[in-house]
Nanobody, 122 residues
């Protein structure tokens, strides 16, 4: 499975962006998917996870209520809709396939996309 993340860019604080993660094949349809982010000089951190059928969603506390993860298996695509963006949301955002285990731990994910940069100006 190859993942391609896109949709990043420069936005003012309070604005919105929608990130997309397109999978190269429908093998990802049977897996939970996640979004992580990594700011300069910081560890990669969990943002959100969605189960294979979209039935359950999990969010990091710092984005809960502002970000929404969704998916369309017919399009082999996962989205991360981000509202009320803050400067501290600035990071490279990555999507990946959850392989089981601790969903907040990047080590339990595989098939990482190349990342897309989100910059939030104050």
């Amino acid at each position: 499975v190859q993942l391609q993340a896109s949709g990043g860019g420069l936005v003012q604080a309070g604005g919105s962006l929608r990130l997309s993660c397109a999978a190269s094949k429908r093998a990802s349809d049977n897996y939970d998917m996640g979004w992580f982010r990594q700011a300069p000089g910081k560890e990669r951190e969990f943002v959100a996870r969605i189960t294979w059928n979209g039935g359950n969603r999990y969010y990091a506390d710092v984005v809960k209520g502002r970000f929404t993860i969704s998916r369309d298996n017919d399009k082999s695509t996962v989205w991360l809709h981000m509202d009320s963006l803050k400067p501290e949301d600035t990071a490279v955002y990555y999507c990946a396939v959850f392989m089981g285990g601790r969903y907040w731990d990047a080590r339990d994910y595989n098939y990482w996309g190349q990342g897309t940069l989100v910059t939030v100006s104050s």
